[in-house]
């Protein structure tokens, strides 16, 4: 008996099914592997799956195993006696099934899920997480050809997943953490709570993430920002801003600013709000400079500042910070396919209105705020997301490196004789 696997349509432009081939007694069995590829992820010569297909070693070993467990039903067949057919042999290589259970698409699933979250109280962007992750569990679906079923889903099939997103689509590796990680919630969702037999255990579902570098002005940019001279149209996004800058407020926030978000305090003035992403409340004092940017917008409207669309906003900021000479050119590092990629750019071209934040941050920092102060202002649960911004004011450690190696008296020099007498003392 001969055995051979080979494409169906070797000069489809899309993936095609994988057939085996035997050949006993001058007859001809033919059957269906259950495997789809495109022509160049197959390797014809050595008929099997090349390193280009995701999950092509788990692809290599079921052809592997078809034709071991083929060539043993053929053995026993001719020892028993029996003239082994393709009938015999494709019903011992394809037992009776056993009774069908439906199964659930993750993709539905995960719509369900969302749906879920939102009766929960999940905030929009959370909301809006799963959705694009949803999308791409559709995606790799329709590239695979094949249905991802929650009880069925494996480790295999979690690999062909990080691989196409990863090599196929090029997706940053915070992107495909993100997924990955709502993808657990939902199968711990699943299992838990809806009582679900997985195939796989979840702590096996990993993705990494990586820190990326944060974007964000120093005192001298603040500076010839707040002193440029603007076009009308761009003077008020410069002024919300330099706001957010001033006290860390997300775009959220600023958007939402009314006048019963300040109040009086010891001669000053402070605002009180709840952030719209976290929910938790903050209070943050008004320095002189954001005083004075309420107070020109004072009465104009029933929002505190004019805040346009978030898109609008980063948009005019662009040019905004090229006018004000934020032309410096900075470093992007990315990741694309496990390589790291680097690439310049003006320093204008990444600014947004979360630059602000950054900026707050790590000014508040490097003019001496406390960590534990600073996290209170921005909201943070957490002290570690705080610490975020303490990790990347690279003036702050050159400040501290200089007052500890230079600011500091140098110390007078030893004298030869004292050494030598310390030396022989000791002896």
């Known amino acids: 008996m001969t055995i051979q696997f080979y494409l169906r349509d070797p000069e489809s432009a899309t993936p095609t099914a994988v057939y085996l081939l035997a050949r006993t007694g001058g007859q001809r069995l033919r059957l269906s592997t259950g495997e789809k590829c495109l022509p160049s992820q197959w390797d014809d010569k050595r008929q099997q799956f090349r390193r280009s297909y995701p999950g092509y070693q788990e692809a290599n070993e079921l052809l592997a195993s078809m034709a071991a467990r083929l060539v043993e039903a053929h053995r026993r067949q001719r020892a028993a006696g029996s003239t082994p057919t393709p009938a015999t042999l494709k019903e011992a290589l394809n037992p009776a099934p056993a009774p069908v259970v439906l199964e659930q698409r993750l993709i539905e699933l995960m719509t369900e899920f969302r749906e879920i979250l939102r009766g929960r109280g999940y905030m929009r962007d959370t909301l809006r997480h799963y959705l694009v992750s949803r999308n791409w569990l559709r995606d790799f679906e329709a590239y695979r050809g094949r249905k991802l079923l929650v009880e069925s889903y494996s480790l295999a099939d979690h690999d062909a997943l990080l691989h196409y997103l990863t090599i196929q689509r090029k997706l940053a590796p915070n992107s495909v953490y993100t997924l990955v990680k709502n993808l657990k919630a939902l199968l711990r969702h699943l299992r838990d709570e809806r009582g679900y037999t997985l195939g796989l255990d979840l702590k096996h579902l990993k993705a990494v993430p990586v820190d990326v570098d944060k974007v964000y002005l120093t005192a001298d940019e603040l500076a010839r920002l707040y002193r440029t001279v603007l076009p009308d149209n761009l003077a008020p ?13 997300r775009y959220s926030d600023v958007y939402q600013l009314h006048g019963g978000n300040v109040a009086g305090w010891d001669g000053g003035q402070v605002l009180r709000l709840t952030q719209s992403k976290t929910r938790r409340p903050v209070s943050i004092y008004l320095t002189e400079a954001a005083r004075g940017i309420l107070d020109k917008y004072a ?15 980063n948009r005019y900021l662009k040019r905004v910070c090229r006018l004000a000479g934020v032309t410096g050119l900075v470093e992007v590092v990315e990741i694309v396919q496990g390589r790291v ?79 030598c007498a310390v030396e022989s003392s000791a002896a």
């Open 237 to 249: 996004v410069r002024d919300v801003f330099l706001f957010c800058c001033y006290t860390g407020l």
């Open 299 to 313: 009465g104009e409207r029933a929002k505190l500042l004019p805040v346009y669309q978030n898109q609008v906003m």
């Open 341 to 419: 990629s680097k690439t310049q750019q003006p320093k204008y071209e990444l600014i947004t209105m979360h630059t602000a934040r950054h900026t707050f941050a790590t000014q508040s920092l490097l003019r001496g705020m406390p960590v534990e102060v600073l996290q209170k202002i921005l909201g943070h649960a957490n002290i570690k997301t705080t610490l975020i911004y303490a990790k990347i004011v690279e003036d702050f450690q050159h400040q501290t490196m200089r007052r500890v190696w230079e600011d500091a008296p140098t110390p007078a020099p030893v004298a030869a004789d004292t050494i």
